[in-house]
Structures are given as structure tokens and as C-alpha cells.
Nanobody
């Protein structure tokens, strides 16, 4: 499975951005998918995840109530709607297949380049 992130950019604090994780293979719909991020000078951290059916969702406490993860298996996409952005949301955002259903950053695939999100004051 190969996943590609897109949709990052620059936003002001309080603004919104939408990220998209796109899969290529038909098997995309068989996997849980998670969003992760790495802020400057920090370790990669879990952001949100959604099961392959879309029935279960998990968020990091830091984004709960502000970010929404969703998926469309027909389109082979997992989206991350980010509202009420804060400067601390700045970082490179990655999607991947999590190893476990948890907030761990352990993932099955090699990490891609991600997409940069920059939130200005």
C-alpha cells in the first residue's frame, strides 16, 4: 500500500485547512489509517486515526473538538479537516497505517515526505 499526503499550507490561527491522504491500491479500504505530525524540534506524534470501516475514530487530546478525520474508500481517501488552528499545530503531517489501534506512532509503512502545515499567529 502506498499513501500520499496533500493539502498542507499556510493558515492563520483560528483558520482551517484540509489534508488528504490518498491511496493507490484497491486494498486501501482494508486498512485503518492514521494521521501523525512532527512539529519543529519534536518527535512525531499521533493526531487521529480511523478504522477501515470508518466506524471507529480516535483523536489526540490536543486536537479533539477541532480536527475531524473521515474516509471515502471508493475514492481511496482519508481526510483531516482542521479547524480552529493553533500555532502549535504547525508541523509536517503524515498519514500511515498504524500498527495498533492506539495513540502510538508505530506504523506499517515507511514514512513519506508528508505535507507541511504552518499556522501563523
Amino acid at each position: 500500500v502506498h499513501l500520499t499526503e496533500s493539502g498542507g499550507g499556510l493558515a492563520q490561527a483560528g483558520g482551517s485547512l484540509t489534508l488528504t491522504c490518498t491511496g493507490v491500491e484497491d486494498t486501501f479500504g482494508h486498512y485503518n489509517v492514521g494521521w501523525f505530525r512532527r512539529a519543529p524540534g519534536k518527535e512525531r506524534e499521533f493526531v487521529a486515526a480511523i478504522t477501515w470501516t470508518g466506524d471507529f475514530i480516535k483523536y489526540a487530546d490536543s486536537v479533539l473538538g477541532r480536527f475531524t478525520i473521515s474516509r471515502n474508500n471508493t475514492m481511496r481517501m482519508v481526510g483531516l479537516q482542521m479547524n480552529s488552528l493553533k500555532t502549535e499545530d504547525t508541523g509536517v503531517y503524515f498519514c500511515n497505517i498504524p500498527m495498533t489501534w492506539s495513540t502510538s506512532t508505530a506504523a506499517r509503512l515507511d514514512w513519506g515526505q508528508g505535507t507541511q502545515v504552518t499556522v501563523s499567529p
